[in-house]
């Protein structure tokens, strides 16, 4: 209320003063017209136009152009220097801006007539702080899921690096949430595609191939999954039914680990009828590093001794199984299956590998069937393991959890160790995926040296 009384003070002398000088300046032409002896004397005053407001410049860039006279940014635009770098948003000090007005009329009587008053005024402006506008972190990760079926949320959040002030824009949301996990709890297993069919077990005489489809997410709940061996999941079919050649040879790429069993049951004729069937049968294998087979050998008994790492050398295999003595002693499968996978190391890593092992007795005590069992699972994830049996004591049945599915393709009946040397086209076409007539394979051989 006081400065609105003063305010109304000073505007109250101002009309005062303009009225006065307009009675002076009456009275003044008066006078010069009777001086004139009645001619009237015309005074005219300087006039102005409007102030016309300039924009808002850098306090040092507007004393650099003042010095040049220039006050309209405008005019000092050019290809080096933009309107945007001479101007003054905002910031304490604030800028410079000029006021211009241009002549109308200069005073025509310069004895009477007022001077033109000042032509440019600088004023401070845009003295206020910048806004600062808010600034967010990035997201961080997403939470576990609150629910593992029937619909959870899962949340995400993130920081304020910088607050806005001076009326800069606000921050948007710093949480999100999302729904995740919404289908039901009791829900089926998803399988995945079929895979591909397994080779031929068998190069001859009615072998079987295989394909099945693993589980691509478990069921869950009440939910329900096919079994392994069920028809949603497991195919087999009949292959190479053609029936064998009477004397064949191996000419599979494949790494072969064979174990004969040294253990007292086998008895010295017993013995003496397996070492001669495992050299018939390497006779009948065509050695390659690069495109044939290589063999290793190892005997079993209450130890395990290898006779000869993997190798294509024929004439050390058939000198290492040659020299090698009857053990009599227990059978310690389970050990026999472990020195088989430490074999395969020597092996190749694009080549099948095969551990196909001789016995014709169980384990001795429960404790090493245990071990044998063990051993024959961790075997199985190297190798296609496959039993020969030579006796009825020892049947289909008992050992047909050692071998690698399918079962009735990986385990072979003889019924006693003398007849393994009748038997060695029948292991040979037992383990050998590709056979070739020995008669074809001689006349090949022989075309090849030639």
């Not at 949603?232 to 009949?238: T, V, W």
Request: a positive charge; glycine letters at 8%; one cysteine or more.
């Amino acid at each position: 209320a006081g400065q609105t009384k003063d305010c109304r003070t000073e505007l109250k002398n101002l009309r005062n003063t303009v009225c006065g000088s307009k009675k002076l300046k009456q009275e003044v032409i008066t006078i010069e017209a009777k001086q004139r002896k009645g001619k009237r004397l015309e005074i005219n005053d300087c006039s102005v136009g409007d102030w016309r407001p300039q924009e808002c410049m850098n306090t040092k860039i507007a004393q650099q152009l003042e010095k040049q006279g220039i006050f309209n940014p405008q005019k000092a635009v050019n290809a080096r220097r933009a309107l945007k770098s001479l101007l003054h948003k905002c910031g304490p000090g604030g800028g410079v801006q000029w006021f211009l007005r241009d002549k109308v009329s200069p005073p025509q009587t310069a004895q009477y007539g007022a001077n033109c008053p000042p032509l440019r005024l600088k004023t401070v402006c845009n003295d206020f702080e910048c806004p600062v506008n808010c600034k967010l972190a990035d997201w961080e990760g997403w939470s576990a899921c609150s629910k593992t079926c029937d619909g959870g949320l899962k949340r995400r959040v993130r920081s304020v690096t910088v607050y806005p002030q001076w009326g800069g824009s606000s921050c948007d949301s710093t949480k999100d949430e999302q729904t995740c996990n919404a289908l039901s709890c009791d829900r089926p297993c998803l399988l995945q595609n079929w895979g591909p069919w397994r080779a031929c077990t068998r190069a001859c005489d009615k072998g079987m191939r295989w394909r099945s489809r693993k589980i691509k997410r478990a069921a869950t709940g009440d939910g329900r999954c096919p079994r392994t061996f069920s028809k949603a999941r497991y195919e087999r079919q009949a292959c190479n039914a053609q029936p064998c050649p009477l004397d064949v040879m191996c000419v599979a790429r494949m790494d072969l680990v064979v174990g004969i069993d040294a253990s007292g049951s086998m008895g010295a004729s017993g013995w003496k009828a397996q070492r001669t069937a495992l050299l018939g049968l390497i006779n009948r294998l065509q050695f390659s590093k690069k495109s044939g087979l290589q063999l290793g050998v190892l005997k079993f008994s209450y130890k395990v001794s290898v006779l000869q790492q993997l190798t294509d050398d024929k004439k050390k295999l058939v000198a290492a199984v040659t020299k090698t003595k009857f053990d009599r002693w227990t059978t310690n499968i389970g050990g026999a299956f472990r020195s088989m996978k430490g074999m395969l190391q020597f092996g190749r890593r694009d080549a099948p590998s095969v551990c196909m092992l001789w016995t014709d007795g169980r384990p001795s005590r429960p404790s090493s069937k245990y071990d044998a069992a063990l051993g024959a699972k961790d075997l199985r994830s190297s190798c296609r393991v496959m039993v020969v049996t030579m006796r009825p004591a020892v049947p289909k049945a008992y050992v047909a959890p050692w071998v690698s599915h399918p079962k009735s393709q990986n385990v072979l009946v003889v019924q006693h160790p003398n007849l393994m040397v009748s038997k060695v086209m029948d292991v040979n076409t037992f383990v050998c995926g590709k056979v070739q007539r020995f008669l074809d394979w001689t006349k090949a051989q022989n075309k090849t040296a030639r």
